[in-house]
């Protein structure tokens, strides 16, 4: 693989305006108004957080995984990275990070992934789509399960060989890592720390995250 490249942040959590613990398994969302920094820090390791970006002013408009592909030439996340929405608008753009590369392919596990993937059993697991949608449940933001799309997945580690092959391959993250992005315009942040316990994407132990903003 090639070498990573870490930016770090002079932004101190000690000025944030917002500092919260995510636990593992939970889902979580927030608006985020342009100007505004967020970083979200891995606090123990190999935590995969799914993520996707809509625009608060109109949801239908949100992160779109090939655009951001296209636009930037690579299938990797990492500093310099803008987020492009459905609509061709920059939702944010990437300013720092520590881990070096976040995945735009492997998607959000599911009750259906997880059966057809590992087996019948595994169904009533807890799920990344199943912590999305408790979250839009709860905070009623006119967000629904059609807008549920191809989702960022913050820290984990999908290389792609020359043949094409996805695998989800144990972390390259580590405690403390985190990545930093700054707000373009208003959105709307949704997360699901990932309880996923079948694969390596979390090293089978999800953890807790941290979630900070400091204002513009
Ligand atoms: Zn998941």
Redesign the pocket.
């Known amino acids: 693989m090639a070498a990573l490249v870490y930016t770090e942040s002079r932004l101190r959590p000690e000025d944030a305006s917002f500092d919260q613990v995510v636990e593992a398994g939970l889902g979580w969302s927030r608006a985020i108004h342009r100007g505004q920094t967020f970083r979200i820090l891995d606090l123990e390791g190999n935590q995969?957080v799914?993520t996707l970006f809509y625009s608060a002013a109109d949801p239908s408009d949100r992160y779109d995984a090939l655009a951001t592909i296209r636009e930037q030439k690579n299938i990797f996340l990492t500093t310099g990275t803008r987020l492009i929405s459905s609509e061709g608008n920059v939702l944010l753009a990437i300013t720092a990070d520590t881990c070096g590369r976040h995945d735009t392919l492997g998607g959000?596990?599911s009750a259906e992934s997880n059966t057809v993937r590992y087996s019948p059993e595994k169904r009533h697991m807890h799920?990344?789509r199943d912590s999305f949608l408790l979250e839009l449940a709860r905070a009623d933001r006119g967000i629904g399960k059609r807008d549920l799309t191809s989702n960022i997945n913050f820290f984990m580690n999908v290389p792609v060989p020359p043949a094409g092959g996805l695998t989800f391959a144990d972390g390259v993250s580590g405690s403390g890592k985190y990545v930093e992005m700054k707000a373009e315009m208003d959105v709307i942040a949704l997360i699901?720390n990932?309880?996923?316990l079948n694969n390596p994407c979390n090293a089978y132990n999800p953890t807790p995250i941290r979630l900070l903003i400091w204002d513009a």
């Open positions: 995969a799914d959000a596990c799920s990344c699901s990932c309880p996923q």
